[in-house]
């Protein structure tokens, strides 16, 4: 079983940053991959950014990259998502993952068999 809560999300004006974070417990935590997905008002929850258990290998959708960075501290057991340069469409809840399925893709939710209970950003425009 793994717990995860997030946190850093808030308001925020066009144009800030903003990083938010995900501390983990219960399976060891350099061993699985993490992930984040983000929801916005009626739609779909979709893929953000992944990275494996070492944090050797990092994966982006291509509506952040460039922007957000994915991060994870293996010995504080915590993984990050710094956001720059944020736009109003970037307005979601923020997920955290962890890894439970690894024969899926990095951006697919049903790789990920733990979900934190997310956190808002809000981007104003």
């Known amino acids: 079983q793994v717990q995860l809560v997030e946190s850093g999300g808030g308001l925020v004006q066009a144009g800030d940053s903003l990083r938010l974070s995900c501390a983990a417990s219960g399976r060891t935590f350099s061993t699985y991959a993490m992930g984040w997905f983000r929801q916005a008002p009626g739609k779909e929850r979709e893929f953000v950014a992944a990275?494996?258990?070492?944090?050797?290998?990092?994966y982006y959708a291509d509506s952040v990259k460039g922007r957000f960075t994915i991060s994870r501290d293996n010995a504080e057991n915590t993984v990050y998502l710094q956001m720059s340069s944020l736009k109003h469409e970037d307005t979601a809840v923020y997920y955290c993952?962890?890894?439970?399925?690894?024969?899926?893709?990095?951006?697919?939710?049903?790789?990920?068999?733990?979900w934190g209970q997310g956190t808002q950003v809000t981007v104003a425009s």
């Open positions: 990275i494996t258990g070492s944090g050797s290998s990092t």
């Open positions: 993952a962890a890894e439970l399925r690894p024969s899926y893709s990095y951006n697919i939710a049903r790789r990920y068999g733990y």
